[in-house]
């Protein structure tokens, strides 16, 4: 984020102690289902996730360091992961206007604790 960015963004959220349990997906697997129960078979494929699953959160569910509950919307929301040690907490993919996937590495036994900067960065 530059220091333009930075000075025309629109609102701004701290969040303190955020718990993150979520550990990173390990790979995706295409499954492929045949199904014979009568003379026309029917094929359904679909996807699914090897290992535990990233934490969804939804902004929504969120209060600030004031108490403060954010708005179930963020527009074009940046987010900012400080962790409270030295164990590692990333985002998962992109945030989208309404949540956001958040993760820590898997070597780390339990949550891990981090403060949260979520800035509304707009058109």
């Keep these: 984020m530059s220091t333009l960015e930075r000075v025309t963004a629109r609102r701004t ?18 499954l492929l289902l045949a199904e014979f129960p009568s003379s ?26 004031r108490g403060n509950p954010l708005p179930d919307t963020i527009n ?10 030295s164990a590692a907490a990333f985002l998962v993919g992109r945030e989208t206007d309404h949540s956001f996937r958040i993760a820590h590495d898997p070597a780390v036994e339990g949550p891990v604790i981090v403060d949260l900067l979520i800035t509304e960065m707009g058109e």
């Design 13 to 30: 959220w701290l969040l303190h102690d955020f718990a993150v349990w979520g550990i990173p997906t390990l790979g995706e697997l295409d």
């Design 40 to 65: 026309s078979g029917e094929l359904f494929y679909s996807k699914a996730d090897i290992g535990d699953s990233a934490q969804t959160v939804q902004f929504s569910q969120l209060t600030d360091h």
């Design 76 to 85: 074009t929301p940046h987010i900012i992961v400080r962790p409270r040690s």
